[in-house]
């Protein structure tokens, strides 16, 4: 099972970028997915989880109001859209697949993780 996180940059604040997670090996469509990110010397946190189906999303409070999660199924692919970067977005994001179907915040509830893709935002 792999998981290839890509889409991440160096941007400006107030820029936008699209992260892809694509998948091998594994059919996202029975699995919920999350996007966490991880800032040097700090802790890996949640930032934006989606269920199986589409139809239900968390968000933390980072992401509230400027980042988007969507999946396309048939493309076995989950997008997250952020918008309005600020330069405390810089981190290293990662997608993982949540077996329980619910995208949860719960990083406890992830199996497998993607390399991560690094998002640099500049003042």
């Known amino acids: 099972v792999q998981l290839q996180a890509s889409g991440g940059g160096l941007v400006q604040a107030g820029g936008s970028l699209r992260l892809s997670c694509a998948a091998s090996?594994?059919?996202?469509?029975?699995?919920?997915m999350g996007w966490f990110r991880q800032a040097p010397g700090n802790t890996r946190e949640f930032v934006v989880g989606i269920s199986r189906s589409g139809g239900v999303t968390y968000y933390g409070d980072s992401a509230k109001g400027r980042f988007t999660i969507s999946r396309d199924n048939a493309k076995n692919t989950v997008y997250l859209q952020l918008n309005s970067l600020k330069p405390e977005d810089t981190a290293v994001y990662y997608c993982?697949?949540?077996?329980?179907?619910?995208?949860?915040?719960?990083?406890?509830?992830?199996?497998?993780w993607g390399q991560g893709t690094l998002v640099t935002v500049s003042s």
């Open positions: 993982a697949t949540d077996p329980y179907g619910l995208g949860s915040p719960n990083i406890n509830k992830y199996d497998y």
């Open positions: 090996g594994r059919t996202l469509s029975t699995y919920g």
